[in-house]
């Protein structure tokens, strides 16, 4: 389907927009834009008919073969894949057929970074559901245009429900707004001036304080100079080989991964500034290197099913408290050091494999921003891992300990 045939459906079905018009944007696909100056705040540019609205209770409207699947999310994706695949609902062609399926392309170019591991994570997951939901629609329902209906949904939907809004859902992003969304008494949707407008502006909402890594995951762009600071989430799996650590984690709901950020404004956990990664990866890790024998923490499996965590003879709740108890151990130093080295470790064959990817990759600016970056944010770590490292070296502790290792050997 063509622009011209979604515009004359949009008109057809009464979206009123008598200034605004959609028009290709240099990268970022369709784009709204201004045809006359808006001079007042608060001007309605767009209104969206109720009707118009694809929400999950309306694709089962739609699609009685969805009452089922009570999931709003799942249904609405659900809708998408079969009528992209194999349409029967004539109404929605001239949006569905408008619909962006160039997201792909740059899933194949975040290799070497640690957006790499969430886009293999999320694949895994899609492909997963469709396993279970394939056998209920046969073969209407492709891997493909699951995977795509979820990647329209999760860059196209307005508002924490899951809905999409023809028209206004053209709107793209901006950190210095002009225009926002809202919902009328009737249902219907609204597009509002933020400010004045000229001829020729593109209406730009925000979606949001995002950093660069979101905006790629969810949207495919990124943004120049963007303030919201990228973290970096990397898997501890690999440093967990005790069952015991891993049930636990599993019943405190703990994930195996590490994070990676340069915000530390508002955390308070010194260590976690010194390494650079947030205050819970810098607790999980005190779980990671605790040995049961030389730091006496017990993992024990009580009447109730439930494990129980001490150190030393002090029961601990959570990681939080395991951290803090561990901190009063004569040891401590020596447990800061096998963290430091460990996350030295991940941080390193992280950095290696971001900067081998930008000099054998080549890939779009948008991609290309977000790679400097984490590679940027990769270095930062290793500085600071690398300055810990070396002054714990210097600690008593740890020479003692190291002394007492080689006289044992």
């Not at 999409?164 to 210095?176: I, K, Q, T, W």
């Not at 779009?364 to 940027?376: G, H, N, Q």
Request: hydrophobic share 40%; net charge negative; with cysteine.
């Amino acid at each position: 389907m063509s622009l011209e045939s979604f515009t004359k459906w949009s008109q057809t079905n009464h979206v009123q927009a008598p200034h605004i018009a959609i028009r290709q944007t240099p990268h970022a696909g369709y784009g709204l834009f201004c045809d006359t100056t808006i001079s007042a705040s608060g001007d309605a540019l767009v209104t969206i008919p109720s009707s118009l609205v694809l929400s999950a209770d309306r694709a089962r409207h739609y699609r009685p073969d969805l009452a089922e699947i009570a999931d709003d999310r799942t249904a609405l994706r659900l809708f998408l894949a079969l009528e992209k695949h194999s349409p029967t609902i004539d109404f929605w062609q001239p949006y569905l057929g408008i619909l962006d399926e160039s997201m792909t392309d740059f899933e194949q170019h975040v290799q070497g970074t640690c957006l790499e591991q969430a886009m293999q994570a999320k694949r895994s997951s899609l492909e997963n559901q469709f396993a279970v939901l394939q056998p209920l629609f046969g073969d209407a329902l492709t891997l493909d245009y699951w995977v795509w209906a979820d990647r329209i949904l999760r860059s196209r939907a307005v508002g924490d429900t899951w809905m999409l809004v023809p028209f206004l859902d053209f709107a793209n992003h901006s950190n210095e707004p002009n225009a926002r969304w809202e919902v009328l008494p009737n249902g219907d949707m609204q597009i509002v001036s933020l400010s004045t407008l000229a001829a020729g502006d593109q209406v730009l909402f925000t979606y949001g304080a995002k950093s660069n890594m979101e905006l790629l995951f969810s949207y495919g762009f990124t943004l120049d100079d963007n303030p919201v600071q990228s973290s970096l989430r990397i898997s501890a799996a690999g440093f967990l080989d005790d069952p015991a650590k891993v049930a636990w984690m599993r019943q405190l709901n703990v994930p195996p991964a590490l994070t990676l950020t340069d915000e530390h404004d508002n955390d308070d956990d010194q260590e976690s500034t010194k390494m650079g990664w947030s205050a819970q990866s810098i607790y999980l890790m005190y779980l990671i290197v605790m040995d049961p024998e030389e730091d006496a923490l017990a993992l024990t499996l009580g009447q109730d099913d439930t494990i129980h965590a001490r150190v030393g003879d002090t029961q601990v709740k959570d990681l939080n408290e395991l951290a803090q108890q561990a901190r009063k151990l004569p040891q401590h130093p020596v447990l800061l050091l096998r963290i430091v080295m460990l996350l030295l470790d991940a941080t390193q064959y992280h950095y290696d494999a971001i900067t081998d990817a930008i000099d054998h990759v080549k890939v779009s600016e948008m991609v290309d921003r977000y790679r400097s970056e984490e590679k940027l944010l990769l270095q930062k770590t290793l500085n600071k891992l690398t300055l810990l490292r070396d002054t714990l070296a210097q600690d008593k502790v740890v020479l003692d300990y190291l002394s007492a290792q080689q006289q044992e050997n």
